[in-house]
Protein backbone atom coordinates (compact mmCIF):
# COMPACT_ATOMS: atom_id res chain seq x y z
CA UNK A 1 0.00 0.00 0.00
CA UNK A 2 1.78 3.11 -1.03
CA UNK A 3 0.30 5.16 2.05
CA UNK A 4 1.68 3.12 4.21
CA UNK A 5 5.42 2.58 2.82
CA UNK A 6 5.08 7.00 2.71
CA UNK A 7 4.50 6.65 5.98
CA UNK A 8 7.35 3.78 6.73
CA UNK A 9 9.91 5.84 4.72
CA UNK A 10 9.09 9.11 6.60
CA UNK A 11 9.55 7.68 9.65
CA UNK A 12 12.68 5.78 8.61
CA UNK A 13 13.94 9.08 7.46
CA UNK A 14 13.49 10.75 10.86
CA UNK A 15 14.68 7.98 12.83
CA UNK A 16 18.02 7.65 11.07
CA UNK A 17 18.64 11.69 11.38
CA UNK A 18 17.46 11.30 14.81
CA UNK A 19 19.66 8.14 16.13
CA UNK A 20 22.38 8.83 13.46
CA UNK A 21 21.94 5.64 11.90
CA UNK A 22 20.56 3.97 9.05
CA UNK A 23 17.02 2.17 10.19
CA UNK A 24 14.57 0.04 8.35
CA UNK A 25 11.18 -0.38 9.95
CA UNK A 26 8.04 -2.83 9.19
CA UNK A 27 4.85 -2.64 10.72
CA UNK A 28 5.76 -4.01 14.31
CA UNK A 29 8.39 -2.19 14.76
CA UNK A 30 8.34 0.02 18.46
CA UNK A 31 8.59 3.91 18.07
CA UNK A 32 8.08 4.76 21.59
CA UNK A 33 7.86 3.30 25.28
CA UNK A 34 9.01 0.19 26.10
CA UNK A 35 12.61 -0.51 24.26
CA UNK A 36 11.59 2.24 21.46
CA UNK A 37 13.86 4.31 20.34
CA UNK A 38 11.86 7.25 21.00
CA UNK A 39 12.82 9.47 23.85
CA UNK A 40 9.91 12.00 24.82
CA UNK A 41 11.29 15.05 23.06
CA UNK A 42 11.99 13.01 19.84
CA UNK A 43 8.30 12.16 20.01
CA UNK A 44 7.64 15.69 20.48
CA UNK A 45 9.80 16.56 16.78
CA UNK A 46 8.41 13.22 15.38
CA UNK A 47 4.82 14.59 15.65
CA UNK A 48 5.65 17.86 14.60
CA UNK A 49 7.54 17.45 11.47
CA UNK A 50 5.18 14.62 10.77
CA UNK A 51 2.04 16.70 10.62
CA UNK A 52 4.18 18.79 8.34
CA UNK A 53 4.94 16.11 6.37
CA UNK A 54 1.01 14.62 6.05
CA UNK A 55 -0.09 18.46 4.69
CA UNK A 56 2.63 19.03 2.64
CA UNK A 57 2.10 15.58 0.74
CA UNK A 58 -1.56 14.45 1.40
CA UNK A 59 -2.47 18.12 1.32
CA UNK A 60 -4.57 17.65 4.84
CA UNK A 61 -4.10 18.91 8.26
CA UNK A 62 -4.48 16.94 11.04
CA UNK A 63 -3.35 16.96 14.85
CA UNK A 64 -1.67 13.50 15.80
CA UNK A 65 -1.59 14.19 19.73
CA UNK A 66 -4.52 15.55 20.84
CA UNK A 67 -6.70 14.02 23.44
CA UNK A 68 -8.48 11.40 20.91
CA UNK A 69 -4.88 9.93 20.76
CA UNK A 70 -3.62 10.41 24.56
CA UNK A 71 -7.13 8.76 25.66
CA UNK A 72 -6.81 5.20 24.04
CA UNK A 73 -5.82 2.03 25.68
CA UNK A 74 -2.92 1.38 23.35
CA UNK A 75 -0.74 4.40 21.87
CA UNK A 76 -0.92 5.21 18.58
CA UNK A 77 2.75 5.92 18.47
CA UNK A 78 3.83 2.84 20.33
CA UNK A 79 4.82 0.70 17.29
CA UNK A 80 4.36 1.46 13.13
CA UNK A 81 1.26 -0.11 12.66
CA UNK A 82 -0.60 1.73 15.33
CA UNK A 83 0.55 5.28 14.03
CA UNK A 84 -0.81 4.46 10.40
CA UNK A 85 -3.81 3.41 11.74
CA UNK A 86 -4.47 5.89 13.40
CA UNK A 87 -2.95 8.09 11.05
CA UNK A 88 -5.49 6.38 8.37
CA UNK A 89 -8.42 7.32 10.49
CA UNK A 90 -7.58 11.01 11.02
CA UNK A 91 -7.23 11.65 7.36
CA UNK A 92 -10.84 9.16 7.10
CA UNK A 93 -12.25 11.64 10.01
CA UNK A 94 -10.96 14.75 7.95
CA UNK A 95 -13.21 13.38 4.94
CA UNK A 96 -16.76 14.15 6.55
CA UNK A 97 -16.15 17.93 6.84
Known sequence: MEFE???IEFLE?????ELEEKVELSMDS?????D???DSMALVN????LEEFIEDDFGK?????DEKAMSRRT???SVVKNLVDYIQEQLDGDNDE
Open 5 to 7: SKI
Open 13 to 17: NFLSE
Open 61 to 65: TITLA
Open 36 to 38: GPL
Open 30 to 34: KLFGG
Open 75 to 77: SPF
Open 46 to 49: LVVD
